[in-house]
């Protein structure tokens, strides 16, 4: 089975992930680096996740839910998954 990426996501998952992280970001009036470094993930990464064009992890997810004090349920949630 082919490992899944943004090239590969058809429906279009990672990018809705990415919109509600940002949105929940912007809400809670956060920089993206301000996020990148409470959750500890690098700033370019999470622009990457951001836009969908990363496979992020159930740990980032994990991650940047606790740093924007949610819980990863409500992230999916708010993305429609």
Do not use: W, Y
């Amino acid at each position: 089975m082919a490992r899944i990426s943004a090239n590969h996501d058809k429906e279009g998952t990672l990018l809705r992930l990415g919109e509600a992280v940002r949105a929940r970001r912007k809400t809670l009036d956060l920089s993206q680096e301000a996020l990148a470094d409470a959750a500890g993930i690098d700033r370019s990464h999470m622009g990457k996740i951001e836009r969908g064009e990363r496979n992020v992890t159930f740990l980032n997810i994990v991650r940047i839910a606790t740093a924007m004090q949610c819980s990863p349920s409500d992230l999916l949630i708010e993305a429609g998954l």
